[in-house]
């Protein structure tokens, strides 16, 4: 099904047009909304986020003891009495915690794909989602629901630029997208580290963050220093042989049954017949018949 709507983020996953066969609202006795059972609802399989915030949590059920639930949960259904959410695991695990036998829900229809980038749009738009989460929602966008990185950017409101920005962070070593993760490094100091090429030197860097503390600034500063450097030392480094020169070096090694090294500035140059002993020595001048 091609999809349409484009640029209208999550509203343009839940519209209700007909002839574009888009997710539309099931019948419901009382209007937009439905109480459904806690226990008729089961956890989305497709949910983008694995880890929330505890002490966040414990204050959202909190409140929910005392105001209810004030935006409800979206789901889909599965059967007569059973249920899928789409939308609000955060808002279900904390209504549970608090005790709620039901929970206010929108139902809508949409298949396995549907629902799971619903799924990523919503959490990406509402959700506090870490960098790296929210790399990992762009990338199972591109790849599960076959979107192009236009068609992303449009979804969830972002230009290309940052898109692109957020999927490099997935490039970046183990131990960085994990400190991006637990939140000590934040997204300034990550697009610095990603513009050096080496892993080794990001985590250079990385480990220079941790230790000093240093700011976006310092980083981008650090990285310019780093990069330079690596740079010059490639430009005075002396450049490898020619590959006319290594096929010579091949066929020298071969014939003199030891590792012959040819160097040559394209007038003058040496050859290099090591030996490892006097035989050895022999062998050689025996091939050269002296």
């Known amino acids: 099904m091609k999809k349409k709507g484009l640029g209208r983020g999550l509203s343009a996953l839940l519209s209700d047009t007909p002839e574009t066969n888009k997710l539309e609202e099931a019948p419901l006795p009382s209007g937009n909304l439905n109480e459904i059972a806690i226990t008729e609802i089961e956890v ?63 139902i809508r229809t949409a298949d396995d794909q549907q629902m799971l980038e619903m799924a990523l749009v919503e959490n990406i738009q509402r959700e506090n989602l870490n960098p790296v989460e929210i790399a990992l929602s762009y990338q199972r966008l591109l790849t599960e629901c076959n979107l192009k990185q236009e068609e992303l950017g449009e979804r969830v409101g972002k230009n290309r630029s940052t898109v692109t920005n957020y999927l490099r962070l997935l490039k970046l070593p183990p131990a960085i997208q994990i400190a991006l993760r637990d939140n000590k490094l934040n997204m300034g100091h990550a697009r610095a580290i990603i513009n050096i090429e080496n892993p080794d030197i990001q985590l250079v860097i990385f480990k220079r963050i941790i230790q000093d503390d240093l700011s976006v600034r310092q980083v981008e500063d650090l990285a310019r220093t780093l990069s330079s450097a690596r740079n010059k030392a490639r430009a005075e480094a002396p450049s490898g042989p020619s590959r006319e020169i290594s ?34 020595l022999n062998r050689i001048l025996d091939i050269f018949k002296l």
């Open 247 to 280: 096929q010579l070096q091949g066929k020298l090694s071969n014939y003199f049954g030891t590792k012959v090294t040819v160097k040559s500035d394209g007038r003058k140059g040496e050859i290099k017949i090591p030996f490892l002993s006097v035989e050895d």
């Open 44 to 106: 989305n399989p497709y949910q983008p986020r694995k880890d929330f915030d505890a002490e966040a949590l414990n204050e959202l059920v909190e409140s929910i003891k005392v105001h209810g639930i004030i935006q409800p949960v979206t789901v889909r259904r599965l059967s007569r009495n059973q249920y899928q959410l789409i939308s609000g695991e955060r808002r279900f695990q904390a209504a549970r915690k608090a005790g709620l036998k039901k929970i206010p829900a929108y």
